[in-house]
């Protein structure tokens, strides 16, 4: 099981937009829509923001959004606040037996 | 609310075993559904899927750990134990315990236990 492929940092301005990528095989995320996200801020434990590629935990920000194309899901950050910089990663279940990471993005809210 | 916790030793021995409790409050794993999972993080590095208990007692391993891993659950206690063999510096990590796992996702985590491996 490999993991998954991030870019290892994004930026934004306030109020901007940023999409992170995250990138597996046809037997993760290409044939499953089980991709989940986590923000991790410093020194703290992840805390999952998306799950089945496009779902929101009860009372998280519509400000984050998932999606996947391909072998290719996304998390997208919208109106960015300087609260959201943190690291990101992204998490594959293939089958709902074998779970693989991302390598993790650091944002960067400048 | 749902809580979890994990607790274990801080440093251990190269060679020695590891064993790592999670204790859980808010839920039951015998619950149809439910399950318990082990994450790793080392310092500055990415998070890794070790292994995965549940409701039904069934077991998923990380494929390349899973010849040092072993995962148990008592229900009466509402714990789930793993342990790790052959421990190595490179073991090194901050070890997590999370309710789920088998629909790809993982909340809510616990907060942590931080284990070194050096002799």
């Known amino acids: 099981q490999s993991a998954l492929t991030q870019p290892a940092s994004v930026s934004g301005s306030p109020g901007q937009s940023i999409t992170i990528s995250c990138t597996g095989t046809?037997?993760?995320?290409?044939?499953?829509?089980?991709v989940s996200w986590y923000q991790q801020l410093p020194g703290k434990a992840p805390e999952l923001m998306i799950y089945?590629?496009?779902k929101r935990p009860s009372g998280l920000s519509n400000r984050f959004s998932g999606s996947k194309s391909g072998n290719t899901a996304s998390l997208t950050i919208s109106g960015l606040q300087a609260e959201d910089e943190a690291d990101y990663y992204c998490c594959s279940s293939a089958a709902g037996t074998i779970v693989v990471f991302g390598g993790g993005t650091k944002l960067t809210v400048l | 609310q749902v809580t979890l916790r994990e607790s274990g030793p801080a440093l251990v021995k190269p060679t020695q075993t590891l064993t790592l409790t999670c204790t859980f409050s808010g839920f039951s794993l015998s619950t149809s559904g439910m399950c318990v999972s082990w994450i790793r993080q080392p310092p500055g590095k990415a998070l890794e899927w070790l292994a995965r208990i549940d409701w039904d007692d069934d077991k998923y391993y990380n494929t390349s750990l899973k010849t040092r891993l072993t995962i148990s659950q008592d229900t009466s206690k509402n714990q789930v134990v793993l342990t790790m063999t052959n421990m190595d510096p490179v073991d090194t990590a901050t070890y997590y315990c999370a309710r789920g796992g088998n629909l790809g996702w993982f909340d809510p985590w616990g907060q942590g236990t931080l284990v070194t491996v050096s002799s």
């Open positions: 046809s037997s993760d995320v290409g044939s499953y829509d089980l």
């Open positions: 089945e590629v496009n």
